[in-house]
């Protein structure tokens, strides 16, 4: 540890952390874009025609298995030289737009799992009372459909906060960015990198134990059903 | 009592080595969990060859009695001796001391089990499920262990099965082939743990058969812990009545199930033939 | 440390993907035929990062999953440690800090971007997948262990014989979803100098900021190619896992 200086310590952490709220409030941008797209997916997915569906799920599966880098260097430096429709974009609404379409794709599945996971008879019921479509939705479907997905939406939030460092690629000035320039300037990573580290370490590890521990409230809230369901499951798989 | 008329040639040899020692013999058997004392003080002997029901109100430490005896569950305090050998204990300078794993695995090779819910290994066939105990743990080769263990699963009725895995198997079957896995074993002392209670009622008959059957071969001794009074009539030497954590009564299951003197199990008996 | 161009203004664009355009179709064939073989270059340096980090990633996670169901506190307690430091950060900072920060915390140099990339990817990954590996060998069936016990195995034959294959049984799917992200994750080896596709990618774009639109799309279609037997193989494991599992 003979290389550690607590005087580089010192100096480089105000400036660090004058990013910090960059960082976060792209978080929650990407996150917000991530949330609203997530829906048009799944919206256009619970739509009657097959072949839309289909070309739905390969687009969704082109974005989530390339590289979110990637996307990220092809809105910033490419997109501006589509022809018609490119423009320049800063590099903020870049990495809002490329991150939260990115995550949209797994939050879009976060969506359809919290649907499909309604009892049919919930469908039925609704059908039996001559619900309106809205009105379905809104009063039977969501209300049951939202809540046990909320620990997975988090569990995204948690996971949006470590990916949007990638926007200093493009030049996002967040944490990870300033500790970058103090050390281009100062030739001094070591103390600058760690700061940033132990920043993302003490911020997002409480946000997980949070969420674990919302997550079990949730479970004997609201997994009732769900609890009798897997007894009769493993009645059936234990052989 | 009976072992005189059950005993076989086969068996006899083994029996004079233990003269008319019990297979197993429980000392002062206590099991606590937590604060809950389920067993206060059990001592039981197992004969080679005997069959035995244990019967009693659930809670009653039935369950807890077989599975101290499968290393499945640490007693409190007392000793289990199967063939001479102190299950829980085993010397080390001259010093009684808790029993290794290594120790454990020695002394239960005698025993085998089985469970309420089948426990059969569902990544495996059903012939797979037989023979790997016999290659892994007694280092038999494995044409006679394949060997055997189809004539086994032939013998519980299930020789068209043998490539099938559990999944594909009816509850019925499943228990049938966790009753050839524990046979190929050879081992000295069965266990049973409620082995019908998991199964559709239709599907009780079939198993109470096969264990009828392995009953009548005579050379093992049998522990049985089950609800079916009349089966528990038929094939046992003894039943043994659990109550409150200590053996109530015991007697020919003539004697017992038919004129206990018991109170608890007058009502007990009374609740399941009412 | 990153590659940076400015963003230039749109006009004076050569190349369209617009299919009704046949002579700007014409001038993109040409324009991929010339991307093409410089981006090939990059696919052995991004594949040789991911087998890497793939092999390391599994074993970290094994290691690291047994380590701690261990009955060694010290052991449980440091390993805890490692998975939570490296999924409470995010990959691009340990990248950076091993690539950077380490050589100068110990005066010595990890030897190549390389190994740096692999560490980083396989490190991350495997705390996230120790988490997996621990969670499966805990959720097979208590029965599973109590019939194998009655069988009388060891304990090394319990777990390899019966707990272990289903346990890699139901960390199959996610396993295989890990293969998709440790992909995608290579692309941040450029950002240390190491040459594979996205690399090769900024070159190109730096020599002629017009083909970024072709560029880049190629780039993203590379690495959509290599995901495809990726995306194969995690349905093929997910298949194969749902057969032959006793959870509780």
Not at chain 2, 228 to 244: G, H, K, P, Q, S
């Amino acid at each position: 540890m003979s290389n550690w200086q607590w005087d580089t310590f010192f100096e480089a952490f105000p400036l660090v952390v004058e990013g910090l709220g960059i960082t976060i409030s792209l978080t929650f941008a990407c996150y917000l874009c991530a949330l609203i797209v997530g829906f048009i997916w799944t919206f256009i997915g619970r739509m009657k025609m097959k072949p839309l569906r289909w070309v739905l799920s390969w687009v969704m599966e082109f974005i989530r298995s390339t590289p979110p880098l990637v996307q990220l260097f092809f809105l910033y430096f490419a997109w501006p030289m589509v022809p018609y429709v490119g423009v320049t974009l800063d590099p903020f609404t870049c990495a809002v737009l490329g991150l939260g379409v990115h995550y949209s794709t797994y939050i879009g599945e976060v969506y359809r799992s919290g649907i499909d996971n309604v009892e049919k008879g919930q469908w039925e019921a609704s059908k039996a009372l001559n619900f309106s479509t809205p009105k379905k939705w809104t009063k039977i479907i969501l209300p049951q459909a939202i809540p046990p997905t909320i620990p997975m939406l988090g569990n995204y939030l948690i996971i949006m906060f470590k990916e949007v460092p990638l926007a200093s690629t493009i030049g996002v000035v967040g944490i990870l960015q300033l500790a970058n320039n103090y050390g281009a300037q100062n030739f001094r990573y070591l103390e600058p990198l760690t700061i940033v580290a132990i920043l993302f370490l003490v911020l997002s590890y409480p946000s997980a134990l949070l969420i674990k521990k919302l997550e079990n409230k949730m479970n004997r809230r609201f997994d009732k059903k769900e609890a009798l369901h897997s007894m009769k499951e493993s009645k059936g798989a234990v052989s | 009592m009976s072992e005189t008329s059950v005993v076989t040639n086969e068996s006899a040899t083994e029996s004079t080595t233990n003269n008319e020692d019990a297979i197993v013999s429980y000392k002062n058997i206590t099991k606590s969990f937590g604060d809950v004392e389920v067993l206060k003080g059990i001592d039981l002997d197992i004969k080679p060859a005997e069959k035995v029901a244990l019967i009693g109100p659930s809670g009653s430490g039935k369950t807890t009695i077989i599975r101290m005896l499968m290393t499945l569950e640490q007693p409190t305090s007392g000793e289990i001796i199967v063939d001479g050998k102190n299950l829980w204990h085993m010397e080390k300078n001259g010093e009684l001391v808790p029993a290794t794993e290594k120790h454990l695995r020695e002394v239960r090779g005698d025993i085998g089990m089985v469970f309420q819910h089948f426990n059969l290994f569902p990544h495996m066939t059903i012939l797979e499920n037989c023979m790997t105990a016999p290659i892994h743990v007694q280092k038999e080769d494995k044409a006679s262990a394949k060997k055997r263990s189809i004539e086994m699963l032939e013998k519980v009725g299930l020789g068209d099965k043998l490539d099938n895995y559990p999944s594909q198997l009816s509850g019925g079957q499943k228990q049938r082939v966790a009753m050839a896995r524990a046979l190929v074993m050879r081992p000295k002392v069965m266990l049973f743990d409620e082995v019908t209670s998991a199964l559709d009622p239709e599907l009780v008959g079939e198993v109470l058969e096969v264990i009828r059957d392995i009953a009548k071969e005579g050379e093992m001794a049998m522990v049985l812990v089950t609800h079916e009074m009349e089966f528990a009539l038929d094939i046992a030497d003894r039943v043994i009545f659990l109550d409150n954590g200590v053996i109530a009564e015991q007697g020919p299951p003539s004697k017992v199930l038919e004129n206990p003197d018991n109170e608890r199990l007058q009502q007990f008996l009374h609740r399941f033939r009412g | 440390m990153t590659p940076k161009g400015q963003a230039p203004s749109t006009g004076g664009l050569t190349l369209s993907f617009n299919e009704s355009n046949k002579y700007k179709g014409v001038i993109t064939i040409s324009a991929i035929a010339d991307i093409f073989p410089a981006l090939i270059q990059g696919v052995e340096v991004t594949l040789k990062v991911l087998f890497a980090s793939i092999i390391l990633g599994y074993s970290m996670a094994f290691i690291a999953g047994f380590c701690r169901l261990s009955n060694n506190i010290i052991l449980r307690s440091f390993t805890g440690f490692y998975v939570e430091v490296f999924r409470g950060t995010s990959l691009i900072v340990q990248l950076f800090w091993l690539f950077y920060a380490l050589p100068m915390l110990f005066n010595f140099d990890i030897g190549s971007n390389f190994w740096a990339g692999v560490l980083a990817i396989s490190l991350n990954y495997g705390a996230y997948m120790s988490e997996i590996v621990r969670g499966s060998i805990l959720s097979v069936a208590k029965g599973q262990h109590e019939a194998s016990t009655a069988l009388n195995m060891t304990r090394f034959q319990r777990m390899r014989l019966v707990i272990l294959p289903q346990a890699v049984r139901m960390m199959l799917p996610e396993f295989g979803n890990y293969l998709i992200l440790m992909l995608k994750s290579t692309s941040l080896v450029s950002l240390i100098g190491m040459h594979d596709i996205l690399y090769q990618g900024d070159l190109l774009r730096d020599a002629n900021l017009s083909q970024a639109p072709t560029v880049y799309l190629l780039v993203l279609v590379f690495y959509f190619l290599m995901a495809l037997p990726l995306i194969w193989l995690t349905k093929k494991m997910e298949a194969f896992s749902k057969k032959g599992v006793a959870t509780q």
